[in-house]
């Protein structure tokens, strides 16, 4: 252990610049990890080269968040005793060649400079992390998967082969999982990082907002995935947040369709959900725009519902307020919308789902409005899409929460031919069918990011979302 901390601390420590996010920060952040660490030493691996099309990296957003280092193939190990830890860093190094393609990687002196972190060659690895297990360290992994929401598809990595071969070494080494850990300091964001979500957001609403101008009929969905990516990088953005989702007519029902390639009909609605990212952070919205330019009097109603069930859940999306009844009060506004139209049979009226769900201890699960509103409304936003908030943990919103508000409605009697066929399911759909079928092939999801501070709930995607606003910008495009 001893040796350890000795090669840690004879690597050299300089001052940082100041970035987006200071080099002082990224430090704090690893301080923190190692205060609830106690005692023991932390691996992680960074992301590898691209191995397709020759494309930029992007580093892992753990990774990220720990080291802020930008360039692949990177190990980081941070060695902590009483709560206090020192760090290296283990970096590759380009051949001259390679760098006349690629780029040269920051040197040992710039990354002491601008990260505040030793660095090291990557066969000094492997020698370190035996001396710690021959030391009995308590070992942390944070694994190197791309994306949380793919964690455990994401398994043939650097990382995990590293793991792999130290537990064929050392048969019943004991590895724990650092995420959770990493996870609650991701949870609140510092001033800086809801810098960054803003400005992430003000692009995102920039191309929502170019988009609803460019809309008309005879386009496809493509054409609009251009528009609002064109504006994203002019504006700034590194690249999509996520995968574009631009679906029109059928495909607006299919919560994560990116084909974009359909031609759009006149008199159907185009779900357009896209974000920007912009230096790592993440925004996501979403709009539900009428291809014609006009909504027809179906195609309002239910937008005005799920419009309402967004302004429901933001008045319950405060500080001490809890997630649950964000989500209750916007399930409410929706069942009362849906049943107004003849589209469920009451607000409460129960059905058998399609899916696995206990109706005896969840009554609210088996209510007739969840055919209808398929997916939950607020998850977190940061590094990733769908990043850690502290009302994950104790299921209250807080101070330094980032997240999403995102109802929806998806309407096609497609839903209903995937009933169970119960009594209670039979007597639903034969009286709402007809009344489905007015309003075919109408999905409306409405999204916006937000931030919570200390002066309350800040909507930071300013887009148009009332129908009065948007049809004036979607009319525009339609005028012979």
Sequence with gaps: MRGSLFFLAALVVAQPVVGQISAVEYAARRDSLAQRIGNGAVIAFGGPTPTTDFGPFYQLPAFRYLTGYQSPNAAWVMVVQGGKGRSVL????????????????????????ELLLPSAEPGRLAPLVDSLVAARVPLYE?????????????????????????????????????HPIVDQLRARKTDAELAL???AAEISADGHLELMKKIETGLHEFDLQAIIEYTFRRGGAERPSYGSIVGSGPNSLQLHYMKDRRKMEPGEVVVIDAGAEFDGYAADVTRTLPVSGTYTAEQRAVYQIVRDAQAAAERNSIAGRSIQAALDSSVAARARGLAALGLIE?????????????????????????????????????????????????????????????PGLYLSTRLLDLLPDTPRNRAFAAKVRRTVERYQNTGVRIEDSYLLTARGLERVSMVPRELDEIEPLTRRRMVP
């Design 90 to 113: 283990f970096v590759t190094r380009s051949t001259p060649r390679r760098a006349l393609y690629y780029g040269e990687e920051p040197d040992s002196a710039g990354l002491a400079r």
């Design 142 to 178: 944070l694994r190197d998967f791309a994306s949380g929401d793919f964690r455990g598809a994401d398994s043939l990595t650097r990382g995990g082969q590293f793991v792999r071969g130290l537990a064929a070494r050392y048969p019943g080494l004991a590895i724990q999982d650092a």
């Design 197 to 199: 979500i803003r400005r």
């Design 346 to 406: 009451s607000v409460d009226a129960q059905f058998d789902p399609p899916w696995p769900a206990d109706c005896q201890r969840n009554p609210a699960a088996c209510r007739q409005v969840q055919l209808f509103s398929i997916h939950g409304i607020t998850h977190g936003i940061g590094l990733e899409v769908h990043d850690p908030i502290q009302a994950y943990q104790d299921g209250i919103f807080k101070v330094g929460d980032a997240f999403t508000i995102e």
